[in-house]
């Protein structure tokens, strides 16, 4: 049986964050937990996920959002091969630009600025939006190209997080469908 991993970003997800909402909704789903959401490290960060991903019993599929995306490229540049075929994918979404301005005036992350820029070795989506304040449409973009992941512009959603108003996120569970099917 496949888990699905939630790996949430800075502050952790709130309550009505569609990572929240699917956690709830999803059986035997694991939510990745950091000694500390508000001035995150990213070695502790990576350390917090490897931890989640230890817990499922067989695959996984991982739905990050924001600074867990950056988390998530960090670790996978650790795998063994082993540790690599059990992640069946990543749904990422709202990778954040670690160097923009506004990211880096509001969230107090180190560690997280020399992000891998290789091709991900397991199946993986981007998803981003056209008025995120923390990435440009064309720097998300360009990540996935260097991840080899397939991308999913979502239009006018900000940063695709509670404030965005998605409640369950249909449009998204869609996308995890795919990667927990392997149909990618």
Request: aromatic share 8%; glycine share 8%; hydrophobic share 45%.
């Amino acid at each position: 049986m496949t888990s699905l991993v939630i790996v949430p970003g800075w502050q952790d997800s709130g309550p009505a964050h569609w990572q929240t909402l699917w956690e709830k909704n999803f059986p035997g789903c694991l939510r990745v937990e950091q000694a500390d959401w508000l001035r995150p490290q990213c070695a502790d960060w990576v350390h917090g996920l490897a931890d989640a991903v230890a817990q499922a019993d067989d695959t996984v599929v991982l739905a990050a959002h924001s600074l867990g995306c950056s988390a998530v490229v960090h670790w996978a540049a650790s795998l063994s091969l082993a540790e690599q075929r059990r992640v069946k994918g990543a749904l990422l979404v709202a990778p954040p630009d670690v160097l923009c301005s506004a990211f880096a005036t509001e969230v107090p992350a180190t560690g997280f600025e020399r992000e891998p820029a290789w091709r991900l070795p397991f199946p993986s989506i981007v998803v981003a939006s056209r008025d995120d304040p923390y990435c440009t449409i064309e720097h998300a973009r360009q990540r996935a190209a260097h991840w080899g992941s397939h991308f999913v512009d979502i239009g006018l959603a900000g940063h695709i997080n509670a404030d965005s108003r998605l409640g369950q996120w249909e449009a998204g569970q869609r996308l995890l469908q795919r990667l927990m099917l392997g149909a990618l």
